[in-house]
C-alpha cells in the first residue's frame, strides 16, 4: 500500500505560480511511477504529467507544456508540481497517482487506469 497525501494547493491570480507536493509513505517511494491529474467542476479527470521512477523521463499534457514541471525527491519521498503562468483554465483539484509501471518512458501511463494509488487532492483556483 501507498498513502500519498498533496499540499501546496490555494488561490493565485492568473499569471502567478503555485507549488505542489504529494508526499508517499508506505511502500518503496523511489519505485513507482507517479503522476499529477486534475479535474475541474463537471469535467473528466485529466492527465497534467508523468514522471518515472529515477525522475529521468517525463511526460506533460499539451496544455500544461512549457509551463508546468513535474520532479521528484525520492529520499523525501515527495513528487512536485511546478506550475508557473497559471491561467484560470487551470483551476481544478490536482490529484497525485502512483504506478507500478516501471518502464523508462512514462509516455504509456497517460490514463487513470494505468494508476494503482491516489491521494484525495488539492484544489487550484486561478482567478482571472
Known amino acids: 500500500q501507498v498513502q500519498l497525501v498533496e499540499s501546496g494547493g490555494g488561490l493565485v491570480q492568473a499569471g502567478g505560480s503555485l507549488r505542489l507536493a504529494c508526499a508517499a509513505s508506505?511502500?518503496?517511494?523511489?519505485?513507482?511511477?507517479m503522476g499529477w491529474f486534475r479535474q475541474a467542476p463537471g469535467k473528466e479527470r485529466e492527465f497534467v504529467a508523468a514522471?518515472?521512477?529515477?525522475?529521468?523521463?517525463?511526460y506533460y499534457a499539451d496544455s500544461v507544456k512549457g509551463r508546468f514541471t513535474i520532479s521528484r525527491d525520492n529520499a523525501k519521498n515527495t513528487v512536485y508540481l511546478q506550475m508557473n503562468s497559471l491561467k484560470p483554465e487551470d483551476t481544478a483539484v490536482y490529484y497525485c497517482?502512483?504506478?507500478?509501471?516501471?518502464?523508462?518512458?512514462?509516455?504509456?501511463?497517460?490514463?487513470?487506469?494505468?494508476?494503482?494509488?491516489w491521494g484525495q487532492g488539492t484544489q487550484v483556483t486561478v482567478s482571472s
Open positions: 497517482a502512483a504506478s507500478y509501471y516501471s518502464g523508462e518512458s512514462v509516455v504509456r501511463v497517460r490514463n487513470r487506469s494505468d494508476y494503482d494509488y
Open positions: 508506505g511502500r518503496t517511494f523511489s519505485s513507482f511511477t
Open positions: 514522471i518515472n521512477w529515477s525522475g529521468r523521463s517525463t
